[in-house]
Every structure is written in C-alpha cells, then in structure tokens.
T-cell receptor, first 111, second 112 residues
Framework: NAGVTQTPKFQVLKTGQSMTLQCAQD?????MYWYRQDPGMGLRLIYY???????DKGEVPNGYNVSRLNKREFSLRLESAAPSQTSVYFC??????????FGDGTRLSIL | QKEVEQNSGPLSVPEGAIASLNCTYS??????FFWYRQYSGKSPELIMS????GDKEDGRFTAQLNKASQYVSLLIRDSQPSDSATYLC????????????FGSGTQLTVLP
C-alpha cells in the first residue's frame, strides 16, 4: 500500500520555467491538499480539493494552480517559477475525520 | 486568520526526562487536534490525535486538550535520543473541508 505518492522528489528550475508536481493516493480519500514548508515554519496550505471536481484556495495560493484530475490525483502547477517558490512541497489526503496522510515531499529549488 | 501557536524552541531535555510541548489555537470551533513528528528532511508523521477534553495516552506519549483554554499539549515520557525531531501541532478548522492549520513547530533535542 503506497499511500500518498509524490513526483518528482527533487527538482531544480530556472526563474520563469513552468512545471507540474504530481500527487496520487491509493486510499480512496475524498480530500486532497497541497502544502509548502519553508525553513523554520510549519506547513502552509496552498490549495485543497474537498472532493473530486472541486478545488479551493488556501492560505498562500498566489503563483500556483491545481487540477483534481480524478479521485486519486491532484496536481500542482507553477506557471512561471520564482525564487520565492523555493520550498518543500507536501501533498496530503484524508477521509472523514481521520488525520491527514502525507507524501514524502518534493524539494524544489528555483534559481 | 485562524492561528496555531507553539512555544518557541529549540527545546533540549536529557535522556529519560519528560519533554513538554505546548500549543494554543484561536478557532474556538475546532474539534480535532493532532501532533505530528517530523524528522529532518522527512514528511510529517502522525503520533497523536485528540478530540475530547482531557488526556489521551499512547505508550510514552500523552496528549492533553483543554478546549475552554484553547490549549493542546504533548508530553513525552522517558525521552529518547530518537525522539529528537520537530513536533508540529495541527488543528482542524471548523466549518471547512477538513483543512488543518499548523503551528510553526517546536524542535526537540534529547541529549544522551
């Protein structure tokens, strides 16, 4: 049982490049989330999807877009990467009132 | 803005001691509270969840919740060097799609 799988694990981009971070869960969870974590800080919510077909902004959505492709997959896109988006990105999923399950993270550096 | 505050670290305790981690939250309607442990370079892993006032024990870990004071704590008894990590308090917001708001974390070091 893989849980929450994120790809890629590491990525280096140049300013202005675009990329998509992928997330897939095999637990049949309805809700999925994208967070970013910067040094010395907790996780901040970028976007979430309460259920298939819906997406909503979180605390720090600027510069990002998301797609809930199906119940399993929730992708995060950076259209024009900026150095301020250098961070570790975590995807999570949850069902009912259970705790969220996290992926291993994507470490993204933007030069 | 719904906030979760954790006592600033880093926190150092000797091996075998009790480590006490504290957290306060601003959303009075919150009903679910979680403690995650995060090792350096790793993803957060759940160690405790608590939903009712009082204490909840799981092995060496005890979570304490006081909704009237909007306060959550985590006690780690007989601390081990392997407990050295950052501990994140997370609160599930009321009226939302199971969103969590995280504190900034407390870095714990257990000294051998």
């Amino acid at each position: 049982n893989a849980g929450v799988t994120q790809t890629p694990k590491f990525q280096v981009l140049k300013t202005g490049q675009s990329m998509t971070l992928q997330c897939a869960q095999d637990m049949n969870h309805n809700s999925m989330y994208w967070y970013r974590q910067d040094p010395g800080m907790g996780l901040r919510l970028i976007y979430y999807s309460a259920s298939e077909g819906t997406t909503d902004k979180g605390e720090v959505p600027n510069g990002y877009n998301v797609s809930r492709l199906n119940k399993r997959e929730f992708s995060l896109r950076l259209e024009s990467a900026a150095p301020s988006q250098t961070s570790v990105y975590f995807c999570a999923s949850v069902d009912s009132n259970q705790p969220q399950h996290f992926g291993d993270g994507t470490r993204l550096s933007i030069l | 803005q719904k906030e979760v505050e954790q006592n600033s670290g880093p926190l150092s305790v000797p091996e075998g001691a009790i480590a006490s981690l504290n957290c306060t939250y601003s959303d009075r309607g919150s009903q679910s509270f979680f403690w995650y442990r995060q090792y350096s370079g790793k993803s957060p892993e759940l160690i405790m969840s608590i939903y009712s006032n009082g204490d909840k024990e799981d092995g060496r870990f005890t979570a304490q919740l006081n909704k009237a004071s909007q306060y959550v704590s985590l006690l780690i008894r007989d601390s081990q060097p392997s407990d050295s990590a950052t501990y994140l308090c997370a609160v599930r917001n009321s009226g939302s799609a199971r969103q969590l708001t995280f504190g900034s974390g407390t870095q714990l070091t257990v000294l051998p």
